[in-house]
Nanobody, 118 residues
Framework: QVQLVESGGGLVQPGGSLRLSCAAS????????IGWFRQAPGKEREGVSC????????YYADSVKGRFTISRDNAKNTVYLQMNSLKPEDTAVYYC???????????WGQGTQVTVSP
């Protein structure tokens, strides 16, 4: 069955870095765009970044532009989110999700906690 598993979260000091991984199984990653989302306590889920299936084009939310980099390795069925210059406001549970051709997201991982604190 379709499965997405996030990993790489943790506790980091402001200014630090983390790399999140989204391991896909049960489908061919090559054919799908993948998005990263996050949800902080008491806040709505927000889109962070997305990478296309075709030409590898990327999207970033303004709040992370210039600090986060999304990439994919189809051979490893994995999408990455490199997060640099982390800020306390980046603290959230981060999720990856598979995007369908209609633009909706139909499969989600369980999330990985990122905490940015001194």
């Amino acid at each position: 069955q379709v499965q997405l598993v996030e990993s790489g979260g943790g506790l980091v000091q402001p200014g630090g870095s983390l790399r999140l991984s989204c391991a896909a199984s049960g489908f061919t990653l090559d054919y799908y765009a993948i998005g990263w989302f996050r949800q902080a306590p008491g806040k709505e889920r927000e889109g962070v970044s997305c990478i296309s299936s075709s030409d590898g084009s990327t999207y970033y939310a303004d709040s992370v532009k210039g600090r986060f980099t999304i990439s994919r390795d189809n051979a490893k069925n994995t999408v990455y989110l490199q997060m640099n210059s982390l800020k306390p406001e980046d603290t959230a549970v981060y999720y990856c999700a598979r995007r369908t051709i209609t633009g909706s997201y139909d499969s989600w991982g369980q999330g990985t906690q990122v905490t940015v604190s001194p």
